[in-house]
Nanobody, 121 residues
Framework: QVQLVESGGGLVQPGGSLRLSCAAS????????MGWYRQPPGKQRERVAF???????NHADSVAGRFTISRDNAKNTVYLQMSSLKPEDTAVYYC???????????????WGQGTQVTVSS
């Protein structure tokens, strides 16, 4: 079984910073693309950023210049450094990853359980 475990959420004031982490654990061959999504209250889930295994990145326009996605392949972990946070960044943040369970199996997509980020004074 593959699990994605997120950490680092919490309450922060506007203009503050937070760093989210998501580690893949369990039995698998390789972790490929990883990403962060968020779901604000009463809204649909949206992609925030993703990163390939080779560390090519893409960030949503709404967070570009404020958020940075990165990864550590040796630790099977993806990070989201969030700076200059705004109240509209308040959401549940979810980690997502494409994982190949074994050399002979195809890729499967996994989600973390989500971590709450609240930006408020």
């Amino acid at each position: 079984q593959v699990q994605l475990v997120e950490s680092g959420g919490g309450l922060v004031q506007p203009g503050g910073s937070l760093r989210l982490s998501c580690a893949a654990s369990g039995s698998f061959f390789i972790v490929n693309a990883m990403g962060w999504y968020r779901q604000p209250p009463g809204k649909q889930r949206e992609r925030v950023a993703f990163i390939t295994r080779g560390s090519s990145t893409n960030h949503a326009d709404s967070v570009a210049g404020r958020f940075t996605i990165s990864r550590d392949n040796a630790k099977n972990t993806v990070y989201l450094q969030m700076s200059s946070l705004k109240p509209e960044d308040t959401a549940v943040y979810y980690c997502n990853a494409d994982v190949q369970r074994s050399f002979s199996t195809s890729m499967a997509n996994y989600w973390g359980q989500g971590t709450q980020v609240t930006v408020s004074s």
